[in-house]
């Protein structure tokens, strides 16, 4: 304990070195109060065209076992072709959702209800979305 150096009777004084000119700093004062950069306003996605399209975008699947969902009864789920600003939405920055999270925007069901169908009505839902898929979906799915 003999080698210890003595106590500090004052606090130490440090001079702050002042940034470089053109040093995103620069400009602040010593001590000013320091502000998070403003994020980038997100972008609005464009409008999409309602569109009316002559057949073939829906397909009902009837449930062998309907059940009722917030007093709802569900007996048939129709499952329809996404647009491509869905596809859009669904994948932003290339990443895939879970594939009922797609299934929910085809069916307006959501993912929940549809993972709680009976087995064999589930797999029948499903199989008709995954016909529907676009290409870019069902190739991610099927890999």
Do not use: C, H
């Amino acid at each position: 304990m003999e080698n210890l150096p003595p106590p500090i009777d004052t606090a130490p004084a440090f001079t702050p070195v002042a940034p470089p000119p053109g040093s995103p700093d620069a400009t602040r004062r010593v001590g000013a109060p320091v502000t998070a950069p403003e994020a980038p306003a997100p972008q609005a996605r464009p409008a999409a065209a309602a569109l009316e399209f002559e057949s073939g975008r829906t397909r009902e699947v009837p449930l062998s076992f309907p059940a009722t969902w917030e007093g709802r009864r569900i007996g048939v789920v129709t499952v329809r072709r996404l647009i491509t600003a869905e596809v859009a939405a669904l994948v932003p920055d290339g990443k895939v959702p879970d594939v009922f999270e797609v299934y929910a925007v085809m069916t307006g069901l959501p993912a929940p209800v549809l993972r709680g169908l009976d087995g064999d009505d589930g797999q029948a839902v499903a199989e008709a979305a995954f016909d529907f898929l676009p290409r870019l979906l069902r190739a991610a799915y099927s890999g």
